[in-house]
């Protein structure tokens, strides 16, 4: 007896209660379309393009020309083995390094058991006073008011940069700014 339910398959034609549908073809599978690496032309443009406000983002991130330029150098490097260009090169370049240099800021207390990154000193002491104030903060602070007063980012291009809420990019901003009130004459 036939089964009144179901389909059921036999020798891949489907049938229904004495009914013969067209065979089963199963599809092709699906291959994306991925775009290749960067090239060695386009790693060098964008290095042009942004390799020094990279250093100095990360020397601001990390309190040191040294390690700013090994941590770029290192973001740099983190684009060029990727198998997948990224959407967009600046934005990624510019989250890989605040994240390197939050890495790096971590390893250096963890192995020296240090609060704060090695001091840079300026000319002017009014500067030496505010940079010693800046790198006190904690680092979501000292970042938020890096790339919002320095690379100029929204407060979402922050957010996305730092891997965190639009409304923690607001409040570090905002209690960043309040401590150096606070310790700034």
């Given at each position: 007896m036939e089964p009144?339910?179901?389909?059921?398959?036999?020798?891949?034609?489907?049938?229904?209660?004495?009914e013969e549908v067209a065979p089963v073809v199963p599809l092709a599978p699906v291959v994306p379309v991925v775009a290749g690496p960067m090239g060695?032309?386009?790693?060098?443009?964008l290095y042009?393009?942004?390799?020094?406000?990279?250093?100095?983002?990360?020397?601001?991130?990390?309190?040191s020309n040294a390690v700013a330029e090994e941590v770029v150098q290192e973001a740099f490097l983190k684009m060029h083995q990727r198998s997948v260009a990224p959407?967009?090169?600046?934005?990624y370049l510019?989250?890989?390094v605040a994240n390197l240099s939050k890495s790096h800021l971590r390893r250096l207390r963890l192995e020296r058991r240090l609060p704060v990154p090695d001091r840079l000193?300026?000319?002017d002491?009014?500067?030496?006073?505010?940079?010693?104030?800046?790198?006190?903060l904690p680092f979501r602070q000292r970042a938020a008011l890096a790339l919002r007063f320095y690379n100029d980012l929204s407060e979402?291009?922050?957010?996305?940069?730092?891997?965190?809420?639009?409304?923690?990019?607001?409040?570090?901003?905002?209690?960043?700014?309040?401590?150096?009130r606070e310790e700034l004459p």
């Open positions: 009144d339910g179901p389909a059921e398959r036999h020798g891949g034609v489907k049938e229904t209660a004495g060695p032309g386009d790693l060098t443009s042009r393009r942004q390799g020094e406000a990279m250093v100095r983002l990360a020397r601001l991130l990390t309190g959407d967009n090169p600046e934005g510019r989250t890989t000193t300026f000319d002491p009014e500067i030496d006073e505010t940079w010693e104030a800046v790198c006190r979402s291009e922050i957010a996305r940069v730092l891997g965190c809420r639009p409304g923690t990019v607001k409040s570090s901003l905002s209690r960043g700014l309040s401590r150096l």
